[in-house]
Nanobody, 113 residues
Framework: QVQLVESGGGLVQPGGSLTLSCAASGMIFVINGMAWYRQAPGKQRELVAGISSGGTTNYADSVKGRFTISRDNFKKMVYLQMNSLNPEDTAVYYC???????WGQGIQVTVSS
């Protein structure tokens, strides 16, 4: 059974930084692409960033240059480093394993002064 558990969210001031972590289990992590999505109140869930098994990354235009997705295959972890956060980044962030259609429970990120 594939499980994804996010951590690292919270409240941060505009211009600040946060790093989200996602621990994966029940899957052969090294051969799978991973992704981060987010859903703001009243909006659809959107792709934030993805990383392939080989480490190729892609980003939503709104986060390019500010967010960095990375992975540690030994630890079976995927990370989202978020810099220069602004209130529009406020959302519940979800870790996703596309091949399995599995989602984490979601973690709140709030950017506010």
């Amino acid at each position: 059974q594939v499980q994804l558990v996010e951590s690292g969210g919270g409240l941060v001031q505009p211009g600040g930084s946060l790093t989200l972590s996602c621990a994966a289990s029940g899957m052969i992590f090294v051969i799978n692409g991973m992704a981060w999505y987010r859903q703001a109140p009243g909006k659809q869930r959107e792709l934030v960033a993805g990383i392939s098994s080989g480490g190729t990354t892609n980003y939503a235009d709104s986060v390019k240059g500010r967010f960095t997705i990375s992975r540690d295959n030994f630890k079976k972890m995927v990370y989202l480093q978020m810099n220069s956060l602004n209130p529009e980044d406020t959302a519940v962030y979800y870790c996703n394993a596309p091949r399995y259609g599995t989602w984490g429970q979601g973690i709140q990120v709030t950017v506010s002064s």
